[in-house]
């Protein structure tokens, strides 16, 4: 297929998730524990259901002759047929929001050439609770609900999002840009941080130390095609980055080039 069949794909998934994400989420058979996920969490009744539609489609497609390798962070990796993209999924990224019923959380998908992250040519994210899109193809722009993004110019940090998976440890990472910050966030959803921060309406994004990459590839990929930055928070690019489940990485991540190493400089003074 070429990459906009692609696109349409995972478009159609978004589809049918959201058309039936409302039935379950905040439901307490959403919550249900139903084993250890590949990536290491554990998975709830929603995760798996997810999974198991975005699983469904992906027999289809295979069916009609297509291969590909699935990388998911519910069931980790399973061959259709050999060759082809990888296509890495969290089927829902906020899943403790959706179990939970707070209206944050989404689907996150990325098609990839190779075994790295620099060879993603596809990321698509869902907001399954409003139904906002976002996708990106490498060298063709970032889009929001159809309409093309630009990297913000902002030098000022009114909103500072952050992910903290240990608030023990990752709250006190965040400290040293306080003084540079108007408003704190914790949503949730790794990947609708970075879309929304590719929008401009988060100006800073940063991710301690726990982000792994079916969280963050899509959401890279559409940062960075609508000329934003994304590092780790020593400022190392993350394109060299292998599929993996389990490698953790720091992320830092702005539209603004500026506020970006504004934030680096920050940190690294500590």
């Not at 297929?1 to 959201?18: A, C, E, N, P, V």
């Not at 009609?64 to 082809?84: D, N, P, Q, Y």
């Not at 929304?196 to 100006?203: A, L, Q, R, V």
């Amino acid at each position: 297929m070429h990459l906009d069949d692609w696109l349409d794909f995972f478009r159609g998934i978004g589809s049918r998730l959201r058309e039936e994400v409302s039935t379950l989420s905040g439901q307490p058979e959403a919550r249900r524990e139903i084993r250890r996920g590949a990536g290491g969490d554990t998975t709830t009744y929603i995760d798996q259901w997810a999974e198991g539609i975005i699983l469904d489609q992906l027999h289809r497609l295979h069916a009609r002759g297509e291969s590909f390798t699935l990388v998911s962070e519910e069931l980790g990796w399973k061959e259709f047929g050999k060759g082809g993209y990888h296509l890495l999924v969290d089927p829902i990224d906020g899943s403790l929001n959706a179990k939970k019923g707070v209206p944050f959380f989404s689907t996150s998908l990325a098609l990839i050439e190779g075994r790295e992250l620099s060879g993603t040519k596809l990321g698509f994210v869902v907001n399954l609770a409003n139904g906002d899109e976002f996708w990106a193809r490498q060298g063709a722009g970032a889009f929001f609900n159809g309409r093309r993004l630009q990297a913000s110019h902002s030098e000022r940090i009114e909103i500072l999002a952050y992910e903290a998976n240990s608030p023990a440890n990752d709250v006190s990472a965040i400290l040293p840009l306080l003084p540079y910050v108007s408003r704190t966030r914790c949503l949730g959803s790794t990947a609708l941080d970075l879309c929304y921060t590719t929008c401009g309406f988060i100006d800073l994004f940063l991710i301690p130390g726990s982000s792994r990459c079916f969280d963050f590839a899509a959401g890279k990929l559409i940062l960075e095609e609508a000329q934003g930055i994304i590092t780790d928070s020593q400022g190392k690019d993350l394109g060299g980055l292998p599929i993996d489940l389990q490698y953790k990485t720091s992320l830092v991540a702005s539209a603004s080039r500026k506020i970006h190493q504004q934030a680096l400089d920050a940190l690294r003074r500590t």
